[in-house]
C-alpha cells in the first residue's frame, strides 16, 4: 500500500501534483536526503524551527536548502526581527509534535506558523521537502508550496 499521510491527503484534496519517495524509517539530514534520491543538494529543503526573541511570538517554520547553514542575522533582518535563534531538536518536536528529520510546513498549516522559504528556491520550478514523516519526502512545484503555505521569502 502506498504511504498517505495528512500531507498527502491534503496535496490529494487540492490536486497538487507532487511526486512522493519512501525512505527507510532513520532520521535523515537534508543531506543525506539529497544522496539517497540522487538529487541536487540545492533541490532539497530542510524546515528548521526558528524561535523569536519577543515573547508570545509563534515560532517560525523555516525552509532553506541542505548543505547550507541558515544565515540568521540574514534572516532576521528580511523579517525585521532582532535576534533569531534555532530550536533544538527536542524544542523542534515539543513545538510542533512532529520529529526532526520529519518537519513540514505543510503538516503544519493553521497550526499559526510563520512559514519562510528561502530566496534560494526562487530559482527553482519543483524542491524536495519532507511529507512530514521521516520516511517521506515529497518534491512539488514551488509555486504550489508558496500558495499553500503562504510562505514568506526570505533571506537564508
Not at 61 to 72: I, Q
Not at 102 to 126: P, T, V, Y
Amino acid at each position: 500500500m502506498a504511504f498517505k499521510n495528512n500531507v498527502t491527503r491534503l496535496l490529494d484534496s487540492r490536486k497538487v501534483a507532487y511526486a512522493l519517495f519512501e525512505l527507510d524509517g532513520d532520521k535523515h539530514s537534508a543531506e543525506e536526503t539529497a544522496a539517497r534520491l540522487g538529487v541536487p543538494e540545492v533541490e532539497v529543503f530542510k524546515t528548521l524551527v526558528i524561535l523569536r526573541e519577543a515573547p508570545g511570538k509563534k515560532p517560525l517554520l523555516v525552509m532553506a536548502p541542505a548543505g547550507r547553514e541558515v544565515e540568521l542575522k540574514a534572516l532576521a533582518a528580511s523579517l525585521g526581527e532582532k535576534k533569531l535563534k534555532p530550536a533544538t531538536q527536542v524544542e523542534a518536536e515539543r513545538l510542533t509534535g512532529l520529529q526532526t528529520g520529519g518537519i513540514s510546513a505543510l503538516a503544519l498549516l493553521n497550526k499559526g506558523f510563520e512559514i519562510c522559504l528561502s530566496e534560494d528556491a526562487r530559482a527553482l520550478s519543483s524542491i524536495h521537502i519532507s511529507a512530514g514523516d521521516r520516511r517521506a519526502n515529497l518534491r512539488l512545484a514551488v509555486v504550489d508550496l508558496v500558495a499553500l503555505t503562504r510562505a514568506r521569502w526570505v533571506m537564508t
